[in-house]
């Protein structure tokens, strides 16, 4: 029922800059959260950064100070600004949405998940 289309991955310097962009289309009524998860081979996926539908942010301790998250409900994106990036910053990174849905008759929720994009921190 909707898709995230995750852009921005690429290959970048240590102490470089990335812009994420996830943005959502397809059926839906309202986004809720929107985050930011990472993951490297063999490790679990991590939250990176979350922010609420009214704008509230939190952020892992890995990233804080560093990474900013944002989000246009007008254009159904959310953004993830990576500055001072790290080596140990390199990960495949996933955009997640919790949704609410609209029947025609009741509302429920969902989430979904994009297809993930590659980071890659190298000199």
């Known amino acids: 029922q909707v898709q995230l289309a995750e852009s921005g991955g690429g290959l970048v310097q240590p102490g470089g800059s990335l812009r994420l962009s996830c943005a959502a289309s397809?059926?839906?009524?309202?986004?809720?959260?929107m985050a930011w998860f990472r993951q490297t081979p063999g490790k679990r996926r991590e939250l990176v950064a979350r922010?609420?539908?009214?704008?509230?942010?939190n952020y892992g301790d890995s990233v804080q100070g560093r990474f900013t998250i944002s989000r246009d409900n007008a254009k159904s994106t959310v953004y993830l600004q990576m500055n001072s990036l790290k080596p140990e910053d390199t990960a495949v990174y996933y955009c997640y949405a919790d949704l609410q849905y609209y029947s025609g008759t009741s509302y429920y929720t969902g989430d979904s998940w994009g297809q993930g994009t590659q980071v890659t921190v190298s000199s």
């Open positions: 397809g059926s839906f009524f309202r986004l809720n959260t």
């Open positions: 922010i609420t539908a009214t704008g509230n942010t």
